[in-house]
């Protein structure tokens, strides 16, 4: 595997796992008001999309990244709505 | 260009402008507190990570996607140190 990807591995891991803190301090705070809904159902479909590319174009990297980042978001978007 | 292109920027369109209305919310409300710092600090370096990506593999989409992402990620970061 060449160096370019690592780097395109590392950076699906941190973007992926980035939201782990903020699904975290969610459920921990039982507050999510200044988290913004819009963004997370946006963001949503667009990981979705990512999905159907990923499956489609055979990329394990952009399937498994955008797997996980859409339960993350799904997960996001149901504390949101449980703690407006 | 292919249908599955089309999607991949969708894709990246949705996933990038995401993030437009967590920042109007915070520059709005003026209150970051739920938002989680770790969050924007780990995306901010994933999406430099994927910058270099899609310099080195001169994919537009990736370079456009990750460069504005990284903006709306540093500006949500100095909204969140501004408004603790």
């Known amino acids: 595997m060449g160096n370019i990807e690592i780097v395109g591995l590392v950076a699906a891991t941190l973007t992926t796992s980035a939201f782990v803190p903020q699904v975290y301090k969610a ?37 498994l990244a955008n797997g996980i980042t859409s339960l993350l978001a799904i997960l996001m978007l149901m504390l949101k709505i449980k703690y407006k």
């Open 27 to 63: 459920f921990k705070n039982k507050s999510t008001k200044d988290v913004s809904l819009t963004m997370y159902t946006v963001f949503l479909a667009g990981t979705i999309l990512w999905l159907i590319y990923g499956i489609n174009i055979q990329s394990l990297s952009v399937i």
